[in-house]
């Protein structure tokens, strides 16, 4: 079970910092992502990280301003939003992956129930 806290309302130009705790199954064993999805589109990739956290991948919109990290003797994974735009308004969900899956939507099989996150302009 994954499970998101830390969305909220941010004004533009805040920071917000999400996490997801992970339950029944060590974290270490897999690729970890965050998605999001806005109202009337489709899900997509915003970061992602390697089950041993050795590297980090990033979608275009938000690489530079979003750090995705992972700690897995907690099981937690987070990630760090500075510099937030209006248009980064979503749900964002964190989802598990076997390793070495990728970074596609489609290889994540577990799923949280995702976390508001909005920010006003």
């Known amino acids: 079970q994954l499970v998101e806290s830390g969305g909220g309302l941010v004004q533009t130009g805040g920071s917000l910092r999400l996490s997801c705790e992970a339950s029944g199954r060590p974290l270490r064993n897999y690729d970890m992502a965050w998605f999001r999805q806005a109202p009337g589109k489709e899900r997509e990739f915003v970061g992602g990280?390697?089950?041993?956290?050795?590297?980090?991948y990033y979608a275009d919109s938000v690489k530079g301003r979003f750090t995705v990290s992972r700690d897995n003797r907690r099981n937690m994974m987070y990630v760090q939003m500075n510099s937030l735009k209006p248009e980064d308004t979503a749900v964002y969900y964190c989802?598990?992956?076997?390793?070495?899956?990728?970074?596609?939507?489609?290889?994540?099989?577990?799923w949280g129930q995702g976390t508001q996150v909005t920010v006003a302009s």
């Open positions: 990280i390697s089950w041993n956290g050795g590297s980090t």
């Open positions: 989802a598990a992956a076997m390793k070495d899956s990728g970074w596609h939507l489609n290889a994540y099989g577990y």
